[in-house]
């Protein structure tokens, strides 16, 4: 087999948003794509296709992958926005239909980084692009949207809207400094993002592992028992949650051990050995 390769891809979505930068990583470039298996891999807020644990799991995974920044984020053109989950959404769509029809992939698993993962759920919960999908992997994902009104971040982003009509929150996006501003509209529209489907419409034979950090100050780890409940009473699809200790949402210095978790998951997927839902994997006990 050739070496891994790389591929910087820019996929035409609207006027508005003229492209959406992904990197395509292929096992084996010289060889038909043609009906080859591809797994989707897609960042949270704020975020980028590379950063955490994206990058390091792509180069890793022993399947062809696509990474991508939704619009505004990064690499990719249009406006960034808080509430935009349904423009996220439009984007894997068009990801997933340019991977299919130009290149003849056929989409077999997707993993999702906190907006990322609501953004992936929703996809194959509801388009006939995700019927070849038998894995969905769920890193951090928020469940129970109203408790982003919650907490310190959330007194300050009301103090923001009181004073300015807006909240700025500077973060790094690829070692660089940017400024996302938030409008009420904006949290009002992620607040009402609908996160029920998943106990009556996420396909019953699409295998999920969940992984939580038990530190995570941004999305309750709570959140991830509530996934294990409605997505553990499926069939044959199983639901297997893990829990970091120590860990926060984004995984801080646990990158590595991430992408194992993963692909010890995905090896079991692979042989066939996901029976039944639960917790944890027997194969990781060495490693908890």
């Known amino acids: 087999m050739a070496d891994r390769i790389s591929t910087k891809v820019v996929i035409p979505l609207s006027a508005a948003t003229p492209g959406i930068t992904g990197v395509l990583e292929q096992l084996d470039s010289n060889q038909p794509i043609q009906g080859r298996k591809i797994t989707l891999i ?3 807020s704020m975020g980028h296709k590379d950063y955490l644990f994206q990058r390091r ?4 995974f022993p399947q062809d992958s696509f990474r991508f920044d939704f619009r505004g984020n990064h690499e990719s053109s249009g406006p960034w926005n808080q509430g935009g989950i349904a423009d996220d959404l439009e984007d894997l769509s068009a990801v997933a239909k340019h991977l ?3 290149y003849g992939y056929v989409i077999a698993a997707v993993v999702g980084h906190s907006r990322g993962s609501l953004v992936g759920m929703r996809w194959v919960a509801t388009s006939q692009d ?3 999908v038998t894995a969905f992997i769920n890193v951090s994902a928020r469940y129970r949207m109203a408790k982003i009104l919650e907490g310190p971040a959330a007194k300050l982003r009301q103090e923001g809207f009181d004073r300015n009509g807006f909240y700025e929150l500077t973060a790094p996006v690829a070692r ?8 009420p509209a904006d949290l009002e529209k992620f ?13 019953p034979h699409v295998h999920v592992l969940t992984l939580h950090g038990l530190s995570d100050q941004t999305v309750p780890p709570y959140d991830a028992h509530i996934y ?3 997505l553990g009473a499926r069939s044959p699809g199983t639901h297997t949650l893990h829990m970091v200790e120590d860990a926060d949402h984004n995984f801080t210095g646990r990158q590595d051990q991430v992408v ?9 997927h692979e042989r066939g050995e996901l029976k039944s839902s639960g917790l944890w994997m027997t194969g990781v006990r060495g490693k908890l």
């Open 57 to 60: 799991l792509a180069q890793k």
């Open 260 to 268: 194992d978790y993963i692909l010890e998951w995905w090896g079991l």
């Open 228 to 230: 294990a409940r409605a």
């Open 176 to 183: 660089k400094p940017m400024t996302f501003r938030i409008y």
């Open 191 to 203: 607040v009402s993002w609908d996160t029920s489907f998943v106990w009556e419409q996420f396909p």
């Open 130 to 132: 995700a019927q070849n």
């Open 42 to 44: 897609l960042h949270g």
């Open 100 to 102: 299919q029809n130009v």
